[in-house]
């Protein structure tokens, strides 16, 4: 194959480095001249992968392309421009998406101009991108996680020219303010406080995909939270990989519970965050959610495992003893406080013991929901080099097994919740049954319930009937806010 010369291609071992150099900042979104417009009277479509971040990175790819002039297309098959933004997290997010990929070479043969593109983490990987160039000739824009804001230049030289166009960086990355933004949702919103992660957990790839931890001006986020809130938002999620750390590459002496803090002074309705890291939560941080009522007592603290060896080999930071003392003192001063969490079975060489240990802390801490993977090694991290003698039999059986074990438990949980009257911030109509509503309690239960005079944004009480382990059914209980 031959490599053009303007071509940057992805190289991980060079996104995993770290420096301590200044993040540069930048202000202002500059569209070149031989862009502007360029959409008029065309279509977009994205397809989205992967975590929050992904559809926060989306909402900017669309708002992007709607400042050019392109509108939303109905599908892929009407779209002029398809972009694919990519998960790379664990192996079954990448069949995923080149099966998608596939897809669209019968779109691509109808309509030979579509320019289809693929963005986000996956990009960032070597192996991948050489796969989709040799395999995947439809495919006419690749671009990573570093380079979303020159969408409008990558487009126009996709369209000029022939060739492919592959711009993917590996550098630490900069931030990036005042990006035209198409938000999906009216009432919820996604809001970045940073970007990248330090913290290469030995299994993880993000470290290498998103680069260095960045965090965002708190100025900037607390102007981005009272803008939504006068546009009518009534939640907020403040994302980052870990939030925890938020502002410790800050010069400004700034912490997640500063930040929390004033978030929940701007007086948004509900505020929520996600995702924490054990090691960077701190007392302060569990006072202020303590002390707010805008601050929903729902907390995502991944645990990853319970056997401490474990965790020391994935690079977590705690031992199981330490993560039990955070959950308690979490619970300890924060009434009625929902805890859901994060567990990857079949680490290299986890013990029967090991897992076992897990399954103890599930026990012992009762999580309301967990999120459980298999360990799925990602080429150029630490933990794809470690021996693993554990079948993918075993590991499969010991997923179900937590599976049901923490089903069960989570059962218990929504059923406390019968008889009760929560407050249920409502998206619409249910997805299964359009007569019922839906929406999600301030413990991020999804509630499916019966009233009228209801609509997608309301706030609403609601009277707990009946529990299922993954969702609460309703009555309506008196006057929406
Ligand atoms: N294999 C399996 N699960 C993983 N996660 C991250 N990397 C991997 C991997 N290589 C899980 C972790 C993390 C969640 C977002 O995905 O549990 O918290
Ligand atoms: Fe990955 Fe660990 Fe960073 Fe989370 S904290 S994104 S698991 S490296």
Redesign the pocket.
Known sequence: MKLLKNWNLPDLREAGKRTRGAVERVDTFMIPANAVNMGEGKHYWISTYG?QANERDSETLAGILETLGYGQAESPETADVILVNTCA??ENAMDKVLGELGSFKRIYNARPDVIIGVAGCMAQEDEFVKRVLAHYPWVRLLFGTHNIQDLPALLAEAMDSQERVVHIYSRQGEVYENLPVKRFGKHKAWVNIMYGCDKFCT???VPYTRGKQRSRRMDDILEEVRQLKEDGYREVTLLGQNVNAYGKDLDEGLDFARLLEKTAQTGIERIRFM?SHPWDFTQEMIDVIARYDNIMPYIHL?L?SGDSDVLRRMGRRYSAEEYKGLFDAIVKRIPNVAVST???VGFPNESDEAFQHTLDMVKACRFDSA?T??????PG?P?AEMEDPVSMDVKRARLQELNSVWNELALEKMKAYEGRIVQVLVDGPSKRNPGVLSGYTETNKLVNFTGTGVKAGDIVPVYITAAKTFSLDGEMAGPTR
């Open positions: 975590c997290i664990r299994y993880c790839i995702t991944p990853q994060d567990i990857i999120f993977f298999i360990y799925s090694p990602r991290t933990a």
